[in-house]
């Protein structure tokens, strides 16, 4: 009896243990299901990247990013976004493929986001006006455009361009206020939103434009060492840093010197950051710009911790703005985001 009595003292010792190694199982089970595989999301044009390459089903003609042959069939979705203070943090902006930030009025810049239209975003905004060279911009893809209304000359020109105009002010069920934000500055919609007026107004013709050319990350081996960019717009609350991580090989953006956080109080980052130097001028008494988008330019292109000197070309409103190094040759992205700033070619240039 004394021995029977000390294993089962002894048992009820280890049992702690026993319970501890079965609850370590079954959430390592469950995060091995769960947790979303990256592996995948690189893209071909790479080519030591052959194994990576045939895992993919598709590729996100925006960023490049592999996906399953599900979603091949999206569309992309142009969204003018508020970079004023008091519209911070924006929602949704971390999930784009592509950003373009110019100054609007006043030293104030704003911002277009182009989504893929698989992502399913709760809420994107604050949604603000648009104005001409936004509209550009959203030109270079078949792209429905979302906007709470804009300036004369954009609205005007909007109809004689190739996209599908989703405009507040004449589809407001498309759209709410958060009733936490203050007007202008809490227009909203989401994704869902979106696909559904697209399908309810017949919007079909999503014409196919030309991607640009993605690869992998360097390995962090061959990563460089260009950490910091400063670039400054005109005004202290519009100051904007990049810092490089070269663990995630990506850059995180501050604004006005504090950490850019989204809704979700995540920091906004990029893989790709350019900065586009363009001829841009105010033309009227309320500050709107004139900003060049067709034609071709200076460039700096920063990804894997290096900073690469090259030009900017666009032939025409319907084609793509795309990149070149200094001996011609077309720049090569990483998979996934990519911010592109546009400077004044007169400002002073950026810091890095």
Known sequence: ????????????????LIIFIFVIMVASIYLVLKWPNNTDQVVAESPNNTDIENKCQ????????????TVSESFPVVVMIDNHTDANPPSGLSQASLVYEA?????????????????QIEEIGPIRSARPYFVDWASEFKAVYVHVGGSDEALTLIPSRNIYDLNEFSNGGYFWRDIYRFAPHNSMTSM??????????????????DSWIFKADAGIEDRGQVLN???DFGQPSHEVDW????????????QAGLKYLDSDRNQLSTK?????????????????????????GNATIFLDGRAIDGVWQRDSVNNRTRFFDV??????FNAGPTWIEVVPDHFPPVEY
């Open 272 to 296: 790709n950051l350019v900065i586009m130097y363009s001829e841009s001028k105010i033309i009227d008494d309320y500050g709107r710009r004139f900003t060049e988008t067709i034609g071709s």
């Open 192 to 209: 869902a939103l979106v696909t559904q007026a697209t399908s309810e107004k017949g919007w079909d013709e999503f014409d196919q434009f």
């Open 58 to 69: 598709a590729r996100r003609k925006l960023d490049g990013l592999c996906l399953s042959d």
């Open 243 to 254: 810092t490089y991580d070269s663990s995630t090989n990506s850059y995180l953006r501050s």
């Open 1 to 16: 009896m004394e021995k029977l009595s000390f294993s089962w003292k002894r048992n009820l010792s280890i049992l702690p």
């Open 229 to 231: 960019i400063k670039i």
């Open 327 to 332: 001996d011609n040759h077309e720049i090569n």
């Open 103 to 119: 100054i609007a009025e006043g030293s104030i810049t704003r911002l277009v986001a182009v989504f893929d239209s698989s992502s």
